[in-house]
């Protein structure tokens, strides 16, 4: 029935906005069900959104995280004979199932056993999921190889360098550009009563509320820059942020001869996403084409830390290694919902996750550096029982502050 040439492709986290736009550049290539088959979709608690992509698919099989929404999803599933499961160890299960090409694009730590399960079955693992990359360092990627897989960087800048990265050991600097988020230019008096309404308008980029936050407070260029760092095994003092508020250049590598390559191209997922699914050819699509002229001047310019201190943090998180890069994504991950859940303002945000990391007790945790071919799922474990102490520290700082819930 499948030509040989046939890839699997699975995607965890098939309703958020990179896993619909992953199955929507797969409609638009026109390769949806001829060239390439969905093996599994994974999704959190959309039921709707996931029948609709089941029965349009019809993958192997597709599973829901969220076990209260369980009825729903069988009622909308009915009788089409499509293999369904819900949970969080199905969704482990799902992930870990053999496949050419898995799309890892559930947001924050919820991510992280899932993307960790497809490290081990040898695909390619199409890498959105930052924040798994940020917990468990140079182990995921090792994981990943060690099976015979390969990472891609989803991540629009990592992308980007990923794509112009011609001679890696002749690299002076990787330069990450920054749109700079929906407040770029405020001081931090002016960020004192912003709302979550303010927060949640990126200027460029359409996304999940949790990166789009990210963006505002600069905490998404933090990650960032600890990813980088893990995926092209580079020191932080090599890394530079630069901030670039038309997003057109998605990031920079300079290299030791003064030549810096970029990679430019429109604020769109689907061009970083296309690279993942072609890669190590081009897919020949119609992407939406850039307008150099029509954008007129592009401008450039060092970022505020003191009006966006996570940067800074992420900066110390990444030097201070030690499994502090978790730290950091914790109290992050716990401060961003009390944010969205207008528990907290704005500002503290960094507030928390500084006094976090100040606070956090870490039980010895090998560096990045030590942190060889991990056979048995170590270093992931131990992310998550540093996530779960944080989370628990951070509440506490929460109460201490005598926060009304
Ligand atoms: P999103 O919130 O739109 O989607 C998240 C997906 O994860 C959804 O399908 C949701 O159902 C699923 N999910 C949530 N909790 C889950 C759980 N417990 N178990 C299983 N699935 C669960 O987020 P997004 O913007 O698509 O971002 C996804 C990831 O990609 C994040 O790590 C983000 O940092 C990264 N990323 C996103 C963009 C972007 O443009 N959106 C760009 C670069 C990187
Ligand atoms: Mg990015």
């Given amino acids: 029935m499948n030509s040989v040439s046939t890839r699997r492709i699975s995607i965890l986290g098939s309703t958020g906005s990179i896993g619909v736009s992953t199955l929507r550049l797969l409609d638009e290539t026109g390769v949806a069900g001829k060239d390439y088959v969905i093996e599994t979709l994974v999704g959190g608690r959309n039921v709707a959104l996931l029948a609709e992509q089941a029965l349009k698919y019809r993958p192997a099989i597709t599973v829901l995280a969220d076990e209260t929404q369980w009825p729903a999803f069988r009622a909308l599933i009915g009788d089409s004979g499509l293999e369904i499961a819900c949970g969080a160890s199905a969704v482990c299960e799902a992930a870990g199932r053999k496949a050419d090409w898995i799309m890892a694009a559930i947001v924050g730590i919820a991510g992280l056993k899932p993307t ?115 995926l092209f095994d580079m020191p932080g003092s090599q890394i530079d942020v ?57 401008t450039f310019s060092a970022p505020d830390l003191t009006a966006f201190p996570m940067l800074r943090l992420a900066r110390e998180a990444l030097e201070a290694g030690e499994g502090m890069p978790t730290v950091f994504n914790a109290a992050n991950e716990v401060c961003v919902q009390a944010f969205l859940d207008r528990k907290i303002a704005f500002l503290q945000i960094a507030e928390f996750v500084e006094s976090a990391m100040m606070r956090a007790q870490l039980p010895s945790i090998p560096s990045k550096d030590h942190a060889s071919r991990d056979t048995n799922d170590e270093t992931m474990t131990r992310a998550l029982e540093i996530d779960s102490e944080i989370r628990r520290l951070v509440g506490e700082l929460f109460a201490n502050a005598r926060l009304s819930a």
């Fill in 116 to 230: 960790w399960a497809a490290a081990g079955t040898g695909a390619i693992l199409a890498l959105a999921n930052k924040e798994a990359l940020v917990c468990c360092g140079r182990a995921l990627i090792e994981r990943v190889e060690a099976h015979g897989g390969k990472v891609l960087p989803v991540d629009s800048e990592h992308n980007a360098i990923f794509q112009v990265l011609d001679d890696p050991g002749r690299v002076s600097k990787l330069v990450l550009t920054a749109s700079g988020g929906p407040f770029l230019g405020r001081s931090r008096e002016d960020l004192k009563a912003v709302t979550v309404e303010q927060a949640l308008k990126h200027p460029n980029w359409s996304m999940g509320a949790k990166i789009t936050i990210d963006s505002a407070t600069l905490a998404n260029k933090g990650l960032e820059f600890i990813e980088a760092a893990y």
């Fill in 242 to 298: 630069l901030v670039h508020p038309q997003s057109v250049i998605h990031s920079m590598v300079e290299y030791k001869d003064g030549s810096s390559l970029a990679q430019l191209g429109s604020p769109d997922m689907r061009v970083p996403i296309s690279y993942c699914l072609g890669w190590p050819k081009r897919i020949d699509w119609q992407a939406p084409k850039l307008d150099l002229a029509a954008r007129g001047v592009l």
